[in-house]
């Protein structure tokens, strides 16, 4: 079929106008946005901010004082556990018939170079006595005291008391020589702390004291 002057007209006006349709669609939508993978951005809260009164006076902030810092409590070691320190034990005692620290009554010392001591008392006997000081004793009990004698001319008596305790009485012959020594042992009480031990006897002449060993 031929086609005449207005057909071409009519279909010429048509892509005119679906052309002009076309550009003007795109611009009556909106932009798209672009950057979809940019986050959101978060306001931050408003923070007021108080001025302090040294601010507001126009002074330099006062510093601040340094909190107080309470010792810890000190905790003492225990002492070390230690063994109780042993019991005294008696020490032997030896005292010279002629120590100056010995009451003397109407007796005398006399040198005696064979006596253990140097020296002896003599004229012991008939009223006449020697009291020996024992002093300081820490640990009292039974005792063993060795009497160091000299004696001559047969047995001699003798008697022994211990503070106030009973008498002992003894006869002594010795060695039958006043310058060679000879001993006697007696079991004795000893208190603790200080003792007199006394020597005499009441009518009859009696040895001759060198000194005591008290064990």
């Known amino acids: 079929m ?5 057909s071409w007209w009519a279909i010429g006006s048509l892509a005119v106008a679906v052309l002009a349709t076309s550009l003007a669609v795109p611009s009556l939508l909106p932009a798209p946005d672009l950057d979809l993978a940019a986050p959101e951005a978060t306001a931050s809260p408003a923070v007021e901010v108080t001025p302090s009164a040294d601010e507001v006076l126009g ?8 909190p107080s810092v309470t010792p810890s409590p000190s ?41 253990a001591s140097g020296s002896r008392i003599q004229y012991l006997g ?15 009990g039974r005792r063993q005291m060795t009497i160091y004698y000299t004696c001559g001319g047969g047995a001699r008596p003798l008697d022994v008391i211990v503070n106030n305790g009973d008498k002992v009485s003894l006869e002594l012959a010795g060695n039958d020589s006043w310058i060679d ?7 004795i009480d000893l208190p603790v702390g200080d ?10 002449s009696s040895v001759d004291l060198d000194q005591i060993v008290i064990r």
């Open 126 to 140: 008939v009223g006449q006595a020697l009291t020996v000081h024992v002093r300081g004793v820490l640990v009292g």
């Open 2 to 6: 031929t086609m005449d002057g207005r």
């Open 59 to 66: 002074r330099s902030p006062s510093p601040s004082p340094s």
């Open 75 to 115: 905790v003492s070691s225990p002492p070390p556990s230690s063994a109780p320190p042993p019991a005294p034990a008696f020490q032997t005692i030896r005292i010279a018939a002629t120590d100056p620290a010995n009451e003397r009554f109407r007796v005398e010392a006399t040198d005696c170079p064979t006596c």
């Open 195 to 204: 003792s007199e031990i006394r020597f005499f006897h009441a009518t009859e």
């Open 181 to 187: 020594p000879a001993t006697v042992t007696v079991p």
